[in-house]
């Protein structure tokens, strides 16, 4: 008996194959080649009639393997007979599974580099050929085959089809064979000599059946109705019981594309083997590529072959034959993979670089895109390869405990923005706020909260963990959900409740380590401000009381002015609803508030000094005139105007009008000798003040009643220099102003007729005094731009006056009335019509018109 | 918080940023944070031909602590929130002093 069992005489001592046929029930197996043939035949298949696919001669023998028969597997395998350690030279699949990475990557690459060749790896054909070599460098921890020590043991396939496809002869046959017969010897003698033997043989009937006529092989198929008509009559015998393996079962669907695609050269390779006696075998041609060598090269061997070894020496024959198929790799490719993880990625690459058959079939593009697709996909894979290296490292819990102290980090971090209501980030972040709210909606988000921040991240992660489909682990994952969130919200409290601890001193140092946030970043320097300083200060008071007018003080008051005004604010803000009768505290919270503003405004109005006392003939101007002369002094007074009541506004109006001649832009604005117009300072205070002051005014002075604008015209004429406020622009404003609301009111007939004799005479005595300046009341140059003020100033006075003052009027501004007619014809149209608007406004409150005057 | 406050409301401005190297960039104003840190988009350095190893930048993060100046577009600031919003800052400021 041989090492192996197997039947060791070879093909040339062994009786012909025609006559050993009888022994299996599967008499001609091309028959049922013939019959693929035939259904490819009627496909349209376009390959040559004559090539007969090696795959086509596979006979199905090898199902009829027995399992039962491994009563030698011990004499084989020398287990538990005290025999010595087999060694480890038939772990071909601890060897292979070793450098299968590199395997795959090399096809990897080497397919990429050359996508037209059969997929050739060098190196994969080495360390296949050679695998006396990479037991020697590789040393394997097991031999393998303790596994097979248990008889129910269905070995894990590992379908590496790198070691099926990939061969290449590297070297001419016969050292080919040397190494093989070198390897046989010291492994596998007897298997080896059985492969060439089985070729001999399978191609001797290849010889002998290539020759069936079409009738023939009708009449084979005729024979043989029962093959069920799904199935390719390739591979298995009707008679065969069951399939006894999972390995003969995946052989027995060979696809018909394994048939379509096997390309002639492999064909034309069979039986140039096939031709020459067996003895021949060991010359063929080393020209002829041999993709599917059956080499005797051990590590070829499936496992199953190695398990199934001691069958029967005359069963041998064949069945090896069938045991390592040409299209072995087809079919072996089709096995499903174990699923091993390192596998799964090689084995997207399987149909490419095992079967570069394929390949070649296809067009050039499809070629291209379907090995660029391969590219893709093993990059794929290889990425998720390393990354998977990490994968189980952390249990989610170890994940959560993470994220947790992350989320408290967070919180820490961030302070107690958590707590910050409206109020405190308008006390933060005032301006911006604010800003958005007056420019439009807010360009990005001004303030996330922690609170959605913390949850948005735990929802994320929640998706992230559910993502995963198992619902065990969805649980688990909603679960610690749930618990962090939890967790975060104690974190947020404890971080609300806590006072912030801007120093940490750790225990025996000797240092503090203090550290800030983003809104309280950690201060350089700590100054402590002392006591006494407060003290220091309070000397200075009285003198700052004391002197109401110096510069210093007035711009102190208007700075509580103006803090007194954001308290008045922020109380409108504030304004609770109006109180419901039925709701005491309501009706208490409304009273307290009112309360607040009323004393806020009594504040105000403190502040504003506007009750100062007036003292006459003092070079001090009064604190509210000097309040005005500040550029924010002015800005204030629209805003003052929106919290005092009416009796207040007419104090303040008759503030400024009693000082109307003090009034900085009143008194600055006069022209010095030789000044055409003041200086841009003093133009730049009365821009100002006409538009901040002069529309709060003239607001109030629009509703005011009929009485108070006479009294303020009498002090107009009695307290100022009337000739010299009409020659300022906000002076005349101030008398157009009211000379145009007692007009309004003469013409809704709301005077009394006494009042309008006491307005008359006061109009009469301001008409008087006036009369001789008209003429200098206006800008000096008549090119000096804006005199539109001063035009609607003589419209408010001509209307008012009786047709003898109208006559007096147009002659005393009759030259410029002329001037600015000529003047504006030098003008280009848009400002000519401009001007002469202007003139028109008064020369229509006197019944003319510019066009009169051609 | 003012000045970060205020530097918010003219992200998406064009604003010019002097730094205490001289070197003066011009660009839309992309963020800023409570360093005033910047982020610059658009980038345009001004005397490029002093510092030629800029043309290719197009955008940039400033460190705040290198700004010299900003120049801000005028008509972004509204001057009189600016005022009171600063007497805001300074109230705090009194408030946390104490």
Known sequence: MSFFGFDTTLPRDRAAPSERRGIFETPDPFAEVARARLVQGFRGGDEDDDAIDFEDTYDGLGDQLDDDQDAFNDDTFGDDLGAPPVGKDFDFFGKTAQVADAIGEEQIRYSLQKPRAPAVAPVTADIIADPAVSAAAVQPKRTGYEKYSDPGYIPDLQAKSSVWGVQKKPEPTPMMIAQAQAQAQAQAHAQAQAQAQAQAQAQAQARAKKMLSLEEVEAQLRRYPSSLPGQIPVSLPQSMPEPSHPLQRAQMPPLPEGFAQLPPELLHAQFAKGVPPPAQLLHQPPMVPDPYPLAPHAPNMPMHLLQNANLPPQHMGPPQRQMIPPGGPQAQQQQPPPPSQSMRANNAQLPVITNPQQLMHLSEEQRVAYLMEDAKRAKRNHKIFLLSKGNGLMTPQDKNF????????????????????????????????????????????????????????????????????????????????????????????????????????????????????????????????????????????????????????????????????????????????????????????????????????????????????????????????????????????????????????????????????????????????????????????????????????????????????????????????????????????????????????????????????????????????????????????????????????????????????????????????????????????????????????????IGLDVELLG | MLFFSFFKTLTNQTVTIELKNDIRIRGTLKSVDQYLNIKLDNVDVLDLDKYPHLSSVKNMFIRGSVVRYVMLPRSEVDIGLLEDATRREAANQAGKAK
């Open chain 1, 402 to 845: 993470i994220t947790r102290i992350q989320l408290q980090q967070l919180v820490a971090a961030a302070g107690n923005v958590v707590d910050t209501d409206s109020e405190a980030v308008l006390a933060e972040d005032f301006y911006y706020q604010v800003y958005s709210q007056i420019r439009g909606a807010p360009r990005q988000h001004p303030h996330q909260p922690l609170g959605h921040f913390a949850q948005t991240y735990l929802l994320q992660t929640g998706n992230r963990l559910g993502g995963h489909g198992n619902r065990r682990q969805f649980q688990n994952a909603d679960n610690h959900m749930q618990r962090m969130q939890q967790q975060v919200q104690r974190a947020v409290e404890a971080a609300k409740a806590k006072p912030k601890n801007k120093q940490l001193i750790i225990e025996g140092s000797l240092g503090k380590i203090s550290f800030g946030n983003a809104k309280a970043p950690k201060p350089m320097l700590n100054l402590k401000r002392p006591e006494s300083s407060e003290g220091g200060k309070l000397p200075k008071k009285p003198q700052t009381d004391l002197s109401l007018s110096d510069r210093k003080s007035i711009l102190t008051n208007i700075e509580g002015v103006y803090s007194t005004l954001m308290e008045m604010e922020d109380m409108e803000r504030t304004m609770p609803p109006p109180p419901d009768e039925n709701d005491p505290e309501a009706i208490q919270k409304h009273m307290e508030w009112r309360q607040n503003v009323r004393s806020l405004n009594q504040k105000l109005w403190r502040e504003l000094k506007v009750m100062e006392p007036i003292v006459p003939n003092t070079n001090t101007p009064h604190p509210f005139i000097a309040f005005l002369s500040y550029p924010k002094g002015k800005k204030a007074i629209p805003r003052i105007f929106r919290h005092i009541d009416q009796e207040q506004r007419v104090t303040i109006l008759t503030m400024i009008v009693v000082h109307l001649d003090t009034l900085d832009v009143v008194r600055r604005a006069q022209l010095m000798p030789g000044e055409t117009q003041p200086s841009p300072v003093v133009r730049e205070a009365i821009d100002l003040f006409s538009q901040t002051v002069m529309p709060s005014l003239l607001g109030y002075v629009n509703e005011a009643p009929f009485n108070i604008i006479i009294g303020l015209l009498g002090l107009v004429i009695a307290q100022t220099h009337v000739q010299l406020v009409a020659k300022t622009r906000i002076g005349l404003g101030i008398l157009t102003m009211l000379l145009s609301r007692a007009e309004i009111v003469k013409e809704a007939d709301q005077a009394s007729e006494r009042d309008w004799q006491q307005w008359v005479e006061k109009f009469n005595v301001l008409f008087d005094t006036l009369e001789p300046t008209f003429a200098d009341i206006f800008p000096s140059s008549i090119n000096a731009g804006d005199d539109m003020y001063v035009w609607q100033f003589l419209a408010a006075v001509g209307i008012g006056a009786s047709p003898d003052q109208q006559q007096r009027l147009v002659i005393a501004v009759k030259d410029r009335v002329m001037e600015t007619v000529t003047y504006s014809k030098t003008l280009p149209a848009d400002m000519a019509s401009q001007r002469l608007g202007n003139v028109n406004l008064f020369m229509r409150a």
